[in-house]
């Protein structure tokens, strides 16, 4: 990757997946146990997830380099970000008038329930929208990845996408959304070199899909 430092380590890896598998589990726990509201705990969940990978990368070695975050490199990010974000939107948008021409219900690739509720919709997209992003690009991206990149490049798309994938609700059907998104924003890291790519596509691709969710 470009301005990689040098590879996550084993250390780096096993604290971080150990914290965010402590909080998820303490989520789930307490979930069972009082009425709270679901969606608020969510984002502070993963609000805590990202503060102790980035947490972990700080103390074991020293900045933030290792997972894409050097300071250098932030602002270019977002730029790069949003030219990524740009050219996948115009590719999605004639891929799915394609689709649609040929008689597919693109509709249910961004079925996607949302809050009746103002409050609860502004929440909603606070947490699935950018919270949500962020924490799952610092862990998927930044350490998954940047684990797995030492041994390949298809291999670290591969691993990451795949635990990308089942971080997420199984359905019935194929999770193409998840599928694309999460090789796309591997690409994106690894050509760019800046966890600020893949983050700003994530962040943009969720607020349109639930932008394309509510006008439908």
């Given at each position: 990757?470009?301005?990689?430092?040098?590879?996550?380590?084993?250390?780096?890896l096993?604290?971080?997946?150990?914290?965010?598998?402590?909080?998820?589990a303490?989520?789930?726990?307490?979930m069972?146990?009082?009425?709270?509201?679901?969606?608020?705990?969510?984002?502070?969940?993963?609000?805590?997830?990202?503060a102790?990978?980035?947490?972990?990368?700080?103390?074991?070695?020293?900045d933030?380099?290792?997972?894409?975050?050097?300071?250098h490199?932030?602002?270019?990010g977002?730029?790069?970000?949003?030219?990524?974000?740009?050219g996948?939107g115009?590719?999605?948008?004639?891929?799915?008038?394609?689709?649609?021409?040929?008689?597919?219900?693109?509709?249910?690739?961004?079925?996607?329930?949302?809050?009746?509720?103002?409050?609860?919709?502004v929440?909603?997209?606070m947490v699935?929208?950018?919270?949500?992003?962020?924490?799952e690009?610092?862990?998927?991206?930044g350490?998954?990845?940047?684990?797995?990149?030492?041994?390949?490049?298809?291999?670290?798309?591969?691993?990451?996408?795949?635990?990308?994938?089942?971080?997420?609700?199984?359905?019935?059907?194929?999770?193409?959304?998840?599928?694309?998104?999460?090789?796309?924003?591997?690409?994106a890291?690894?050509?760019?070199?800046?966890?600020?790519?893949?983050?700003?596509?994530?962040?943009?691709?969720?607020?349109?899909?639930?932008?394309?969710?509510?006008?439908?």
């Amino acid at each position: 990757m470009k301005g990689e430092k040098g590879a996550i380590t084993t250390r780096v890896l096993v604290l971080s997946v150990a914290a965010v598998v402590a909080l998820e589990a303490g989520f789930l726990a307490v979930m069972s146990l009082v009425s709270a509201d679901g969606i608020l705990f969510f984002g502070l969940i993963r609000l805590l997830q990202a503060a102790a990978v980035i947490g972990v990368a700080v103390m074991l070695d020293g900045d933030l380099s290792a997972i894409g975050l050097q300071k250098h490199t932030l602002f270019p990010g977002l730029k790069k970000g949003l030219l990524w974000s740009a050219g996948f939107g115009f590719a999605a948008l004639v891929v799915l008038g394609l689709l649609y021409m040929a008689g597919f219900d693109v509709r249910s690739i961004f079925h996607t329930r949302m809050p009746a509720s103002r409050a609860d919709l502004v929440l909603f997209l606070m947490v699935g929208g950018v919270v949500g992003p962020v924490a799952e690009e610092v862990f998927f991206r930044g350490i998954l990845y940047g684990f797995f990149r030492r041994w390949g490049v298809i291999l670290a798309i591969l691993v990451s996408t795949g635990f990308f994938l089942m971080a997420h609700p199984l359905r019935s059907s194929f999770p193409v959304t998840q599928f694309v998104g999460g090789v796309l924003f591997a690409v994106a890291y690894e050509l760019e070199g800046s966890l600020m790519v893949p983050i700003l596509i994530h962040v943009l691709g969720n607020l349109g899909i639930f932008a394309v969710s509510m006008a439908i």
